[in-house]
């Protein structure tokens, strides 16, 4: 670090060992001088960062630690800017990784359970804090020499409802400990414990059940792997290991242990509860509030008495609220043969599911203009969909869920939502002045999969689109209905297949060029 003195770190910071370094990114034992204790500190350069998201990464993660308090959670002892340095500091926890500590393999029974026990209780008090790590894995779990577990690196974690979970962002995590629904972009704490499965499984196993000869393949084996042979291998484990591993590894999150907390309860630890401590500004900020309240109360039951003395009528305000509403809630069961839009209600009309212009994101969008400012011309549109889509009116790109509320001129409009990882999906519908229209959508709920295996490869055709090369890193997502699937490789004859998709089920296709013949 060329910037900063090589002694003392941002005035109060005196290093004993560098124990990594890149262009932007430095981590140092050393010694915190006001502290008088050994620390690990991680710095990082903000000038020229090649990736903004790093600085980020870098204040979440101080962020996310500086709320908890657990003895299987590092700690944070305090972050801050020098200069153009981010840094922070965590306690120093003299430790190995687990990752060495399955390569070993020498731990008894009793040691192993009393790891996932730790891990659980961790993962635990991060969940009933709405925090998500997302990159469990042997290599961010430490122990120290009385095997004394903590969760490291909380890089990628997030918190649930904070603002940027409005928005989309880039699938993170590593490949061989991802559940299904964060490689399709999902953000759920049951994420932590699928990965907390793998990571058991390990423990007990000494290996990754889930692991392909590449990245492709483990991302498969993860998403439409047959579970059943995962389950059946952990026979000769002790029942409750069984039942907590597998409540852990389910594929479907419904099937899933729900909490940390309900695995625990399989190694008989009950009532595992965490309540934080507020700081003394919380406190303090705490009881502001709650006079302000109480003040507020106080001054609208006071004008509130005194109309009623006075015999004067409380002045009336228009809301929401007061709007009837009309829901068009989702049909699962419709079939994309017929075209008809999934969720239709009486007032909806069929489903158009033409292909989307994409220059139609450059036209303005004029979808509230009228002849007249009479609010009766209007009506309101709420969108709720899951995991999240652009959303399109009328050919118009307006805005991106996971929630969106409109208003729109009354009569016919198409929507049309958006989402990488699955097909564009479109709909007419009415507005009505004065009503307010509901639309939900859930992808995942009204698409199966498609799953190619071709020997040995293929560009995959669906009704005469293109639509990938194999192997492919994830399955196709296909509205219900008939498909004609073909196989392209120019070293011989097509291979064709007609199939037929069911919703929220998978399609295994498995073609072979070489049996073929060329």
């Known amino acids: 670090m060329e910037k900063v003195a090589s002694e003392i770190l941002f005035e109060k910071f005196e290093v004993i060992n560098l124990l990594k370094k890149d262009d932007n990114t430095g981590v140092y034992l050393a010694n915190h001088i006001y502290l008088g204790k050994k620390i690990i500190l991680k710095t990082l350069d903000t000038d020229n960062l090649p990736d903004k998201t790093i600085l980020e990464r870098f204040k979440r993660e101080a962020k996310i630690l500086a709320m908890l308090d657990h003895p299987n959670l590092i700690k944070v002892l305090d972050f801050g800017m020098y200069n153009n340095f981010f840094y922070i500091s965590f306690e120093y926890f003299e430790s190995r990784n687990l990752r060495e500590v399955i390569n070993k393999n020498n731990l008894s029974l009793d040691e192993k359970i009393d790891l996932m026990v730790q891990l659980l209780k961790a993962l635990n008090v991060a969940h009933q804090n709405n925090i998500i790590h997302r990159d469990i894995k042997p290599e961010n779990l430490l122990l120290n020499s009385k095997n004394e577990l903590k969760i490291a690196d909380f890089g990628l974690a997030l918190i649930i409802n ?142 509130f008495g005194l109309q009623l003395i006075l015999h004067k009528p409380m002045p009336k305000k228009v809301i929401n609220a007061e709007i009837p509403q009309k829901s068009l809630a989702i049909d699962n069961s419709m079939s994309q043969a017929s075209k008809t839009a999934i969720g239709e209600s009486k007032n909806a009309s069929k489903d158009i599911n033409k292909p989307l212009d994409k220059k139609s994101e450059k036209i303005p969008l004029q979808i509230q203009s009228g002849t007249s400012n009479s609010a009766a011309h209007f009506g309101r549109l709420s969108i709720e969909c899951f995991p999240w889509a652009e959303v399109y009116i009328d050919g118009n790109k307006i805005d991106q869920t996971p929630v969106v509320d409109y208003k729109l001129s009354e009569g016919m409009h198409q929507l049309t939502f958006v989402h990488p990882d699955f097909p564009s999906y479109s709909r007419d519908i009415k507005i009505i002045p004065n009503d307010l229209t509901t639309i939900k959508i859930n992808f995942p709920e009204m698409v199966g999969y498609l799953k190619c295996e071709i020997y040995p490869w293929g560009k995959i055709i669906i009704n005469g689109v293109y639509k990938g090369t194999t192997p492919l890193q994830k399955p196709i997502a296909l509205f219900p209905g008939r498909y004609q699937v073909a196989a392209v490789n120019p070293g011989f004859s097509p291979l064709v297949k007609n199939i037929n998709i069911i919703a929220k089920q998978t399609y295994d296709i498995k073609m072979n060029f070489e049996s073929n013949g060329k």
Do not use: W
């Open 162 to 303: 904070e603002n940027t979970l409005t928005h989309s962002s880039s699938i993170v995590g590593t490949p061989g400990y991802m559940a299904p629904e964060q490689i399709r972009g999902e953000k759920t704490s049951q994420t932590d414990l699928f990965a907390a499965g793998i990571v058991g499984y390990e423990l007990f196993m000494g290996f990754n059940p889930f692991l392909g000869k590449d990245i492709s393949e483990t991302l498969n084996n993860i998403l439409v792997g047959d579970e059943s042979k995962i389950f059946a291998s952990m026979q000769n484990l002790p029942v409750n290991v069984q039942q907590a591993l597998t409540g852990l590894l389910k594929q479907e999150l419904r099937e899933r242990s729900k909490s940390a907390l309900e695995t625990l309860k399989c190694f008989g630890v009950e009532d595992e509860i965490y309540k934080p401590v507020l700081h003394n500004k919380q406190k303090i900020s705490t009881k502001v509030t709650l006079v302000l309240i109480s003040v507020l109360l106080l001054i609208i039951l006071t004008i």
